[in-house]
């Protein structure tokens, strides 16, 4: 459960605000928590007061340091909690910021008023400065509330299903296609043609076609964002059996283009802090290497020395891949029918099967709702998922279960299920694993040149 702590002078605002919305609801469903604290309730002067005047004189009053503090200190209990100070002075919010906030436990909003909090208790607890906006607000509660209300969505669970929260604008720079319900015609205009055909390969076009126009003339600053990987895409498609990794990030709308110039190329996949590397030297390699953020843990490379190069600077190989991927857009036949997309609840059979991943891991990879799991009488036999980088992984069928096509069902129902997002399903089969690649060949897969290692950053 995640939970929004909002220190403010007007608490009633923060509670009134978010309980009648689906953000109130996920609160009642205990999925998260918000927690309204009074600044002035600990104040330790008379008659409640909890603001005085600037040094150096100048317009309002401020918050004065001390009530802040002991809020901050009550709330905290002395733990380090990320903390948001909601301020026209801060970081732009935006959907990247909502989706790292989102994988807090437990979050602090500080909400400023009148011109103000005392710059020293804001040193001593505060880790974000962040705006919402180039516009001044009377105060921090309806930053707060945006905020809040932009991260709890993407808490699995606050949104009725899936995948409402992964498709929408910003999810790869485009902005949202129009929408059309029931009546057919309204005043004389009639819904799209294309809608109504129930042909979906015609239906995405259309839509990305939508979004695309519409972006290039709401937003030309996002549109340019796209159009950059839009153009890396086609260039990696010349080899795409080696660059389907980065292609599929890219085009997932997870890719983040930290340099890409002729052979030398880097992307970033923020949601699982991998940087994907290819290099036209090891010179310009170890140039690469400086752009990769500081908090990456994984690189992704498929070149000797771009190998040699991270062992040299500490980094750990994790483990050697071949790379499969799959080009054809039909559906694959799935012969199994006891297949379920798992919850929390089969987080310790996963565990116990499945060592190759940390529980933090497998917890994550089954809140975001795209583990599997196949099903005999009842009975939990076996296991696949999508990585948060977005290969297919985490495939396993226990024992006495084997040989009876229960792992090609699994692997052949994961891809019906990317192939509906529109995805190129893909995976890395560790060297030496000779029954996956078998599995993979059966299914229609095709396998990289390459070798693919994975290296962990120490
Ligand atoms: N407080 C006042 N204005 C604000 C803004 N634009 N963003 C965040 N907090 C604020």
């Known amino acids: 459960m995640m939970k929004f702590h909002v220190l403010t002078l007007f608490p009633e605002m923060i509670k009134q605000g978010l309980s009648p919305s689906i953000i109130g609801k996920a609160a009642e469903k205990n999925i998260i928590a918000i927690n309204p604290v009074n600044i002035r309730d600990y104040t330790q002067e008379r008659h409640g007061k909890v603001d005085d005047t600037p040094y150096g004189g100048g317009a309002g009053m401020l918050i004065q340091a001390q009530p802040v503090y002991d809020a901050h200190r009550a709330v905290s209990g002395g733990r380090k909690l990320r903390t948001v100070y909601v301020t026209p002075q801060g970081r732009p919010f935006d959907q990247s910021l909502a989706k790292e906030l989102a994988k807090e436990e437990e979050l602090i909003l500080l909400c400023g008023h009148y011109e103000g909090i005392d710059e020293r208790v804001l040193e001593e607890v505060v880790t974000d400065y962040v705006s919402i906006g180039d516009y001044v607000l009377t105060g921090g509660e309806l930053a707060a509330m945006v905020i809040i209300d932009a991260v709890a969505r993407l808490i699995p669970g606050v949104l009725g299903n899936e995948t ?53 003339r709401v937003r ?13 895409i086609k260039r990696l498609s010349k080899d795409k059996r080696n660059n389907i990794h980065i292609m599929e990030c890219l085009a997932r ?23 994907m590397l290819k290099a036209a030297s090891p010179e310009s390699g170890r140039m690469l290497l400086k752009y990769c953020p500081d908090e990456t843990r994984w690189h992704v490379v498929s070149q000797a020395f771009m190998k040699t190069l991270l062992l040299e600077q500490g980094c750990q190989e994790f483990c050697e891949c071949r790379q499969f991927l799959y080009t054809q857009r039909e559906p694959l036949p799935v012969q199994h029918k006891d297949i379920r997309r798992l919850g929390l609840e089969s987080l310790e059979y996963i565990c116990a099967h499945y060592d190759m991943e940390t529980p933090e891991y497998i917890r994550d990879r089954l809140l975001a709702g ?37 792992a090609t069902s699994l692997e052949a129902y994961t891809v019906n299920r990317m192939l509906e997002r529109g995805w190129i399903p893909y995976g890395h089969v560790i060297v030496g694993n000779e029954t996956s690649v078998r599995l993979q060949e059966k299914l229609g897969f095709y396998q990289a040149k390459d070798t693919f290692w994975w290296i962990e950053k120490q």
């Open 164 to 216: 409402s929260a992964q498709e929408e604008s910003f999810h790869n720079d485009l902005l949202e296609y129009p929408q059309y319900s029931r009546p057919e015609v309204w005043k004389g205009k009639s819904v799209p043609k294309v809608l109504l055909s129930g042909n979906h390969r015609e239906i995405n076009k259309w839509r990305l076609e939508q979004s695309r126009e519409r972006t290039e």
């Open 220 to 232: 030309p600053d996002l549109y340019e964002r796209y159009e950059a990987r839009q153009q890396l």
């Open 253 to 275: 709308g997870h890719g983040e283009i930290l340099y890409a110039k002729g052979e030398d190329i880097a992307v970033y996949n923020r949601d699982s802090s991998t940087c």
């Open 370 to 406: 795209v583990i599997y799991g196949a099903f005999v009488d009842q009975h939990l036999v076996g296991f696949i998922g999508m990585h948060d980088e977005g290969s297919l992984g985490l495939l396993y069928v226990e024992k006495p279960y084997r040989g009876r096509g229960i």
